[in-house]
């Protein structure tokens, strides 16, 4: 473990999924599902692990929210099983499975409390009077709404009610947590921190969370495991480094991250190397495919190094024209053509407050990358 | 010249008010207050202009409210008010045990079959009303459409033209849509996803229903049940063409009074006393109707 490079540089020894005798908590089995003549999903199969944080990421329409709706049992499968431990939940009506939802529209009970709200689950699993009033005081501190017991939801803010919504669904102790986009309806910021106080709650609580999103950057910093879905199908499932830094083909290159792709004739260069001819030259590329066929080399902008000087000859090389950069304070991004019409992307991560070699618009510029760097695909 | 419409647009309303609610309201009190007399127009007494503000002063000293004590006497005015308001009363309650499950159907149904159902409860409403209570004479009476077929099918007839019973069906049948509108409303735009929530956290789709889905349709429920009490007790129609002279009702009342005996004040003063009753239902609607816009 210790000589092979890690993917994202990050060591994590939670992976249930690696382990061959761990049980998946659930198992999703041949899913498919189809809304008259549109098929929502398609054939599914996934496993989710105890206290894992997995998230279903992908572009509306791509099935996720299906997904999810047929765990919560809002829908049935037209096929295939849904197992919950070894048990066949798939034509279990919602109410009697140990699985709870925060919806993205929260749909807190206008007509309740807060407290009440909270304690709605609890009181239809029939806990003692007594004990539902201690967890709905736990639950309120839990999310930090101590004292707002008596609001309605109206009079709250979006944040707070948002907390009331992930505390109802908290409470009476579901199996796995469901999230359907949670934080579509917060601003930037308050997304940020509530992230973060999301992955301690579930750290604490030893539960294990679904999320439903499109937003890749929710995904990445939230979840252990991310799938990839396109079309009703996941396209890839792996640690956020995995599907960002080995990303299976081009579309999760593109869904996840900005990517520079070219486009050529492959052939081996020995050693697991690729060599891709393509119209913008001739690079070189950690990876095993079959040579002869057609191939992209992905590359993420930040792996660019953007020179104003020509680099000694060798390497994967590019030249151009700085077309346009963004200075976003952290990063800066360039936009360079190398041929008419044809631009890449570099970023560079600001580590320095000054450059002995600043750089304009319309300089000439060079690129380099490392071979590892890059990326082979096939699709 | 934009305040001025504005000045304009707030007058307007109250103008009209003025001249159709205010001013018969007080003629009809002033009425109340007089007395019946053998005379064209039937009662005394009347404003002397000639003699300016004496003239007012007599005419004032003239008004008493004897015929109030009068209706307070009769046990025929007592009665006829208390079934009024018992007749209205069980009407709405059939209203809502009929009206509601009507309007949750609807509102269950797929958007494109909900507007026909809509259209559906409104249609009756093109025909004549007069036209639609014959049509249930028609169907009530000894020899009708009903009785017909009952013995057609070797059954019992039933005969039930100048009851209650026959006064409360055209009640419910001709306020349905009032009941079944307001309520269609409010059910139609509730957030379904508060019914996945509540089933989702263990309600099973009844208990759902009856801690989520009804609570929250009482506001159209209430504005329905106000929206058809008011004018049913105040109905007058309806009681004489299906209720023979048996239903005592305060709107025949005030027609009898009027048109029979010639009673102007008697007349006046029962609809001021049925306008004072269905204040209070009118102010609650009116606060409900605040509530729900808010």
Not at chain 1, 260 to 265: A, M, Q
Not at chain 1, 343 to 364: F, H, I, M, S
Not at chain 2, 209 to 224: D, E, N, Q, V, Y
């Amino acid at each position: 473990m210790n000589g092979r490079p890690q993917i994202g540089g990050i060591r994590s020894s939670f992976a249930p999924w690696e382990d061959l005798s761990a049980r998946p908590l659930v198992r999703f089995e041949g899913v498919r599902k189809a809304f008259g003549d549109t098929v929502a999903v398609k054939r599914v199969d996934l496993s989710i692990y105890e206290r894992e944080f997995f998230a279903l990421l992908g572009p509306s329409g791509c099935g996720k929210t299906t997904l999810m709706r047929m765990l919560a049992g809002f829908e049935t499968p037209d096929s295939g099983q849904i197992l919950l431990g070894d048990q066949d939940i798939s034509a279990e009506p919602p109410h009697r499975r140990p699985v709870h939802m925060m919806f993205q529209s929260y749909a807190l009970f206008p007509h309740l409390n807060v407290a009440q709200n909270i304690g709605f689950g609890l009181r239809r699993q029939g806990v003692p009077k007594a004990e539902i009033t201690a967890r709905i005081e736990e639950m309120l501190a839990m999310v930090k709404l101590e004292g707002l017991g008596r609001r309605r939801p109206d009079q709250l803010s979006g944040g707070q009610q948002q907390r009331v919504a992930l505390a109802r669904a908290l409470a009476p102790r579901p199996r796995i947590l469901l999230l359907d986009e949670p934080m579509a309806a917060l601003d930037k910021k308050l997304r940020e921190e509530t992230q973060f106080e999301l992955m301690a709650l579930q750290q604490d609580l030893g539960l294990t969370f679904m999320i439903v999103t499109h937003d890749q950057d929710e995904a990445m910093v939230l979840a252990d495991r991310i799938a990839v879905m396109r079309d009703g199908e996941i396209v890839q499932i792996g640690r956020p480094a995995e599907v960002y830094e080995a990303p299976v083909d081009r579309y999760v290159a593109g869904f996840i991250g900005d990517v520079n792709l070219f486009e050529g004739r492959m052939e081996s260069a020995g050693s697991g190397r690729m060599r891709l001819h393509s119209t913008d030259g001739v690079f070189e590329a950690d990876g095993t495919t079959p040579p002869g066929d057609t191939g992209w080399l992905a590359i993420r902008p930040e792996k660019i190094a953007v020179h104003s000087k020509r680099p000694p000859p060798g390497g994967n090389q590019l030249a151009g024209r700085l077309l346009d950069y963004g200075y976003l304070g952290d990063w800066t991004t360039y936009l360079v053509e190398i041929a008419p019409g044809r631009t890449v992307r570099a970023a560079r991560a600001n580590a320095t407050r000054t450059d002995e070699q600043p750089l304009g618009c319309d300089d000439p510029v060079w690129l380099t990358f490392a071979p590892s760097s890059a990326v082979v695909l096939t699709k | 010249m934009k305040r001025r419409g504005s000045v304009l647009a707030a007058i307007l309303p109250l103008l009209w008010l003025a001249v159709f609610f205010v001013l018969p309201f007080m003629l009809v009190a002033k009425l109340s207050l007089s007395d019946t007399a053998l005379a064209v127009p039937p009662y005394v007494p009347q404003m002397d202009w000639d003699q300016g503000l004496k003239g007012m002063q007599a005419f004032i000293a003239a008004l008493d409210s004897e015929t109030y004590v009068r209706l307070a006497k009769d046990r025929l005015y007592l009665d006829a008010y208390l079934s009024s308001l018992r007749l209205a009363g069980i009407g709405t309650g059939l209203l809502l045990l009929i009206g509601y499950p009507v309007a949750y159907g609807i509102s269950r149904c797929p958007p494109t079959l909900r507007l026909a159902l809509v259209m559906a409860v409104i249609l009756p409403f093109w025909t004549s009303f007069l036209i639609r209570i014959y049509a249930w004479i028609a169907i009530l009476k000894p020899a009708g459409v009903l009785n017909t077929a009952l013995h057609a099918l070797g059954l019992p007839g039933i005969d039930i033209l100048n009851t209650e019973a026959a006064v409360l069906l055209g009640l419910v049948y001709a306020y349905l849509p009032f009941m079944v509108l307001p309520l269609y409303a409010i059910l139609e735009r509730q957030d379904e996803r508060l019914i996945e929530a509540a089933q989702d956290l263990g309600s099973t789709p009844l208990s759902a229903f009856w801690r989520i889905t009804f609570p929250l349709s009482l506001p159209g429920a209430a504005a329905g049940a106000l929206l058809c009490f008011i004018p049913m007790a105040g109905e007058f129609v309806i009681p004489d063409l299906l209720g023979g002279s048996e239903t005592l009702m305060l709107g025949k009342v005030i027609w009898t009074e009027f048109f029979a005996n010639r009673d102007w004040p008697a007349a006046s003063a029962v609809a001021i006393v049925l306008l004072a009753t269905l204040v209070i239902p009118i102010l609650m609607f009116e606060r409900q109707q605040k509530k729900v816009l808010s």
